[in-house]
């Protein structure tokens, strides 16, 4: 069993590198990739772990693009965390997300809440911030009880108080993980747009864009939708990826490695993604 999706306290996530890669090991997992937000900074800390637990010990990072108007997240599994390029690339988007900050805890204040950037950055143990933890500030200023709340009701996607940010497009994104020597993967495409969806042809577009797979095992999908995006995979010949999306505390009832409904990522969908990678044909 293994998992490829999940975030540590340098993104949205609540626990040191160390700390999940000793959870992993306690789990008893194959292996594991840590998918920080527009980062690969935890990384080093995450990656010297190897010595002490079992789990092969995996690089990624995951990203977020414009696709069909909507925001579409990408998982860079196996990138380098050195490469040059990808580092100054991923500062870029830190900015446009520390723009969005600005801006969205401005349309808050137009709104009538007494959120303040520092009240924000006073809710994440690092630089990065996120709409977690707008969240979680607006909890704490007793706007909301509950996070879920405050992204149904004030910054989820098309709420009042959202503002957007200047995203990739699913060419760029894949473009930038694939010269930074990883695979693209579409993540959750289940959260995008449900079973209902034109998804073989939106999943070939993705793919004629640079997308190697999707995650066809995620941590909030029910029975069903895990059965549809497997044989979609199978239908379109794509790699498969899975993972928990585990964010700690931030995200509770989701556990690593589980999720939600006790998943359970089979260890070839790695082998299959290093594979393709090796021989270079991602497509
Ligand atoms: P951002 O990248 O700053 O736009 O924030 C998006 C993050 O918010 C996602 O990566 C999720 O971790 C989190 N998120 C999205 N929807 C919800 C929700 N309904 N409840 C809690 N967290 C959410
Ligand atoms: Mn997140
Ligand atoms: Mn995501
Ligand atoms: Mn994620």
Partial sequence: MID???HS???DGTDTPEDLARM????GLAAMALTDHDTVDGLHRFLAMQDQVAPRLLAGTELSCTFLGRS???LGLLVDPHDATFQARLIELRGRRQDRNLRLVARLQELGFPITLERVQAEADSPLLSRVHVAAALVRLGVVTTPDEAFRRLIGDGCPGYVSRQELTPREAARWIREAGGVPIVAHPGRFAGRAFRWD??????RSQGMTGFESIYGEYGPEEEAYFRALAKRLGMLESGGSDYHGANKPGVPLGRGRRNIAVPDHFL???ESARA????N
């Fill in 4 to 6: 490829l999706h999940f």
């Fill in 9 to 11: 306290l340098y993104s």
């Fill in 24 to 27: 992993g090991d306690a789990l």
């Fill in 72 to 74: 579409l997240h990408v």
């Fill in 201 to 206: 042809e939106a999943m070939q577009d993705l």
């Fill in 271 to 273: 082998s299959e993604l």
């Fill in 279 to 282: 021989r270079g044909d991602w």
